[in-house]
């Protein structure tokens, strides 16, 4: 009976680790689904900058990123962070990050890359930056609510990183204060256990 209930055991294990061996497969292949699209976007807009820069060459007009073409750079900008984004999702499955200079795939938990020896930012802050960025841009009235949708994804991206950098924290700060006290404990114990040993010594000394 109890070769049988290991063996249940076993297969149970090894089925639970199947499971989610392929709930991240499924994920992965979810994401770079998400992420093909979105480059398929960026392709189009590129298309789209193309067509324009075109047309002031036959018109012989001068063309003004700032004026002319903004509005599709800023959208680039947007979509790239949002591969960025999945990218690192896809990464994370496999407990991996990427570096942000030479784009290896290195340790999570690295602050500084292994390959090119860079160190790892704050993914909140360059999330700031592109969002700053995005309120800062003019754009047509008819993508006026699609700008306020991608600045509220964005708002909720960081607001959710700041939250688990603050839950992190506090775990932090709960196993340093339980690690004071345990050492608090400790050292309570040494005195009370030579404080008693003294006390045996000077008993033994009157006898």
Not at 110 to 115: E, I, L, M, S, Y
Request: charged share 50%.
């Amino acid at each position: 009976m109890e070769f049988f209930d290991k063996l249940g055991k076993k297969a149970s294990e090894a089925y639970k680790v199947t499971a989610d061996k392929t709930g991240k497969i499924a994920k992965e292949t979810k994401l770079k689904f998400k992420i093909g699209e979105l480059r398929t976007q960026i392709n189009n807009i590129y298309e789209e900058i193309g067509k324009k820069v075109y047309e002031k060459h036959v018109r012989e007009e001068e063309i003004c990123i700032k004026k002319d073409l903004e509005e599709q750079c800023t959208k680039i900008d947007v979509l790239s962070d949002e591969i960025d984004s999945l990218l690192k999702e896809c990464l994370a499955l496999k407990d991996k990050k990427q570096c942000q200079k030479c784009y290896k795939e290195i340790e999570k938990d690295d602050k500084f890359c292994p390959n090119c020896g860079e160190k790892q930012t704050d993914e909140i802050a360059k999330e700031v930056e592109v969002l700053e960025k995005l309120a800062n841009t003019e754009v047509s009235e008819e993508k006026e609510r699609e700008k306020q949708i991608v600045m509220e994804e964005l708002q909720q991206s960081i607001k959710d990183k700041e939250d688990k950098g603050e839950k992190t924290q506090g775990k932090e700060e709960n196993r340093c204060e339980d690690d004071k006290q345990g050492e608090k404990s400790n050292l309570e114990k040494t005195v009370e256990i030579e404080s008693n040993v003294k006390l045996e010594e000077e008993e033994n000394k009157e006898e």
